[in-house]
């Protein structure tokens, strides 16, 4: 199926506001609960857009296949600790986390 003109701008927005930040300045999403770990072998902002979608049976999918998850008090304490950087995006009211280095919704776009 094609992707929407309403989910081509949702993708485009959302992969604007992706960026590397690091675990203390997401700390206060943490302690609110609002902080999802997003398994790397996901595409970080298609998940952020079936968030913006609603689309329960997607996510009900990723979450029985452990693809989300909240993070734990012990990563988060490791994360403080090694001054770790995330990848992360807000999908209002949660904000998605991944560890990857990179990946192919997060690389710049070839010259």
């Known amino acids: 199926m094609a992707e929407s003109p309403g989910q081509a701008q949702r993708r485009s927005d959302f992969l604007a506001q992706t960026a590397r930040i690091p675990f203390a300045e997401l700390q206060r999403y943490f302690a609110a609960g609002r902080l999802v770990l997003v398994n790397d072998a996901l595409d970080l902002v298609e998940v952020a857009v079936q ?5 329960a049976k ?4 990723w ?12 990563q988060a304490t490791r994360w403080l600790a090694h001054e770790h950087s995330l990848w992360a ?7 998605l986390v991944q560890e990857r280095k990179a990946g192919p919704s997060l690389a710049p ?3």
């Open 51 to 55: 968030l913006s979608e609603d689309n």
């Open 58 to 61: 997607q996510f009900e999918a």
């Open 63 to 74: 979450l029985n296949a452990s693809m989300l998850a909240g993070v734990s008090d012990e």
């Open 89 to 95: 995006v807000v999908a209002d009211p949660w904000v």
């Open 109 to 111: 776009a070839p010259d």
